[in-house]
């Protein structure tokens, strides 16, 4: 995903959809479950005490010298202002009880039995009778208190018990669970699609190679995956008969090329005849460039470990000759040491020379041409023609592209040279020369040294 998006912007992810989906649904379940209950329990004149009114209340109760003291001034303003229809009880477990305010004579034969109930809301449509059970820990033992005679009023207060439950006791461990565990549940079983994807990066287009795992993904995405398999059938057998093609034409070409390039060699010297042989050159190039690549796809080509300074200079002393008929200066700067690296001999031989044969036909007739190799197995052929425009830079390695479709060249050279560096693990770039034409660069890994055996 490109980082230079937003946060806010960026499309969730397919776990943060689900779990939020998943989140809302039981979200509005619950909502119509609430709905339910709140509908099924409603009663218009149906009274009740909130529970914090007897928490509230117990702290005013205190046992002293084994009896139960209650201070009124410390309870809840809303006894104090009703005393006449307010009232509590309250008892331990070793037999000590006290009342307070208006006690309805219903409650008073409970006093007795009130450290053998348990928390209890008593709902009824008497305001007297409406009232609430805690009971309490205390150091000394259990004290049992019923408040009541104050009840709540109307719907919130009839309901907001309820929703306090639900949304602290139900809604929100629903909720965090599934935000936990959504994405978890998730990612695990999305887990395979990256095993895929990175099954997907390494495939080779050009040549045939191992599917895409469609047992690694959910049996959702299977058909998704055989349809790429199958896709990747039909490009690597494109692929085959696209590279039997040219294999062949590359074939039948050496015979016309090497017949006209001995009738080409018979004609007296002239302008004409260097321009001839060095399209014959180029020509020939081109066609071994193409068996190069077939070599390299079926892993023909040697793998020897060579001197890249020698591969230049044989190249280099070749086309010299053609280079100066043509108008152009020549010369060649390389370590005096070798530069070892892995390769094809040949193939790489035929790269060099595709750069010089285009540097001689872009170079514009005249100036130096210069080929280089560095200690760092870096070759560069620079020329003082007009140079390649940096917005084509990305686009002159593509195949038939040509810089001027007047100019001679099939635009095929520099793709073939790319394709063979590219197999040989280098690397490959245009830039502008020092003398203001182009500059071409191929940068090879070099050898490892070898280890000697005792």
């Known amino acids: ?91 331990d477990e070793s037999g000590h009880s006290l009342t307070w305010g208006a006690l309805p004579a219903e409650y008073r034969s409970l006093i007795p039995v009130l450290p053998q109930l348990s928390d209890s809301d008593l709902r009824s449509t008497d305001p007297r009778l409406a009232a609430t059970l805690i009971v309490e820990e205390r150091p000394w033992g259990r004290l049992h208190i019923v408040v009541g005679g104050v009840p709540e009023e109307g719907v919130i207060g009839l309901y907001t018990p309820l929703f306090y439950f639900v949304s602290l006791w139900l809604a929100l461990p629903v909720a965090a669970a599934i935000l936990l565990l959504v994405p978890w549940i998730v990612r695990r079983g999305l887990s395979g699609i990256g095993k895929v994807a990175e099954q997907a990066r390494s495939v080779d287009m050009n040549r045939r190679s191992r599917h895409l ?99 230049c200079r044989d190249v280099g002393e070749d086309i010299a000759p053609l280079l100066v008929k043509a108008g152009y200066e020549f010369s060649f700067d390389a370590p005096e040491h070798p530069v070892v690296v892995s390769g094809d001999a040949g193939a790489l031989q035929r790269v060099v020379m595709n750069l010089l044969q ?79 034409g182009a500059r071409f660069c191929v940068q090879l890994p070099l050898a490892q040294p070898q280890t000697e055996t005792p």
Not at 231 to 242: F, G, H, K, M, S
Request: aromatic share 4%.
């Open 213 to 311: 795992d469609a047992g690694a993904v959910p049996s959702e995405l299977k058909p998704l995956i055989d349809s790429f398999n199958q896709a990747l059938e039909r490009i690597w057998d494109a692929a085959e008969a696209r590279d039997r093609f040219l294999g062949n034409a590359a074939h039948e070409l050496r015979l016309p090329i090497a017949i006209v390039r001995a009738r080409a060699g018979a004609l007296p010297a002239s302008a004409s005849k260097t321009s001839m042989l060095s399209d014959i050159a180029r020509l020939e190039n081109i066609s071994e460039q193409l068996l190069d690549l077939q070599r390299v796809d079926r892993g023909l080509i040697a793998n020897d470990r060579l001197d890249l300074v020698k591969v």
């Open 358 to 436: 285009n540097a001689m036909t872009h170079g514009g007739g005249a100036g130096e041409i210069a080929l280089s190799v560095s200690p760092q197995a870096r070759i560069s052929v620079s020329d003082a023609g007009p140079g390649i425009a940096e917005e084509e830079h990305s686009q002159i390695f593509s195949p038939f592209y040509r810089l001027n479709p007047e100019t001679q060249g099939s635009g095929l050279g520099l793709h073939l040279a790319r394709e063979v560096v590219t197999r040989h693990k280098g690397s490959i770039r245009v830039s502008r020369s020092d003398q203001g």
């Open 1 to 91: 995903m490109p980082t230079n998006i937003p946060f806010f912007s960026r499309p969730l992810s397919l776990s943060l959809r689900i779990a939020w989906r998943v989140g809302l649904s039981v979200t509005l379940l619950i909502l119509v479950i609430i709905l339910v209950v709140c509908v099924s329990i409603w009663k218009a004149d149906l009274r009740m005490v909130y529970r914090d009114k007897a928490e509230d209340s117990a702290t005013a109760i205190e046992r002293r010298d084994g009896r139960l003291v209650l201070d009124p001034a410390r309870l809840p303003a809303r006894l104090r202002d009703a005393p006449d229809v307010a009232w509590l009880a309250a008892a």
